[in-house]
């Protein structure tokens, strides 16, 4: 089936997400990232991109657990995307574009792929306390 076809199937944000990483849906309905010289990357159904939001897509692409999908989905209120740009510095962003979690209540930023250095779930849960004691 045509990406296009597909890629109508989902809102104009995760469109867009696929577009900013090159994704596309193979032959079992996986959408991917294909290049000559690298080895094919899958990283979701088109189920699952369907059936969940936006920040669960960009938290699948940066390969971060469920765990973290979803308690920043749950509090998401708390927090503002973000992107840095060299000349620019930090700067609000879309959903789909996003790089850092801004935490309100506390002005802090949160690289998005840090999160991958947090390997298990008591540690995580030691990161989601000290930010909450900050609010």
């Not at 596309?24 to 094919?40: A, G, L, Q, V």
């Not at 700067?91 to 930023?109: A, I, T, V």
Request: charged share 35%; aromatic share 20%.
């Amino acid at each position: 089936m045509d990406d296009d076809i597909l890629k109508n199937e989902l809102s104009i944000d995760k469109r867009k997400l696929l577009d900013k990483y090159n994704l596309t849906c193979s032959e079992d309905y996986i959408w991917e990232f294909r290049h000559n010289k690298y080895h094919t990357v899958k990283y979701f159904s088109h189920k699952f991109a369907k059936k969940h939001s936006v920040i669960a897509l960009l938290f699948y692409i940066n390969r971060l657990c469920y765990a973290k999908i979803k308690y920043f989905e749950e509090n998401f209120y708390k927090y503002e995307p973000y992107k840095y740009i060299f000349k620019k510095g930090f700067y609000k962003c879309d959903m789909y574009d996003m790089e850092f979690l801004f935490h309100k209540p506390s002005g802090k930023f949160i690289d998005i792929r840090s999160l991958r250095e947090i390997r298990n779930i008591e540690d995580f849960k030691q990161f989601c306390s000290e930010l909450e004691e900050l609010e």
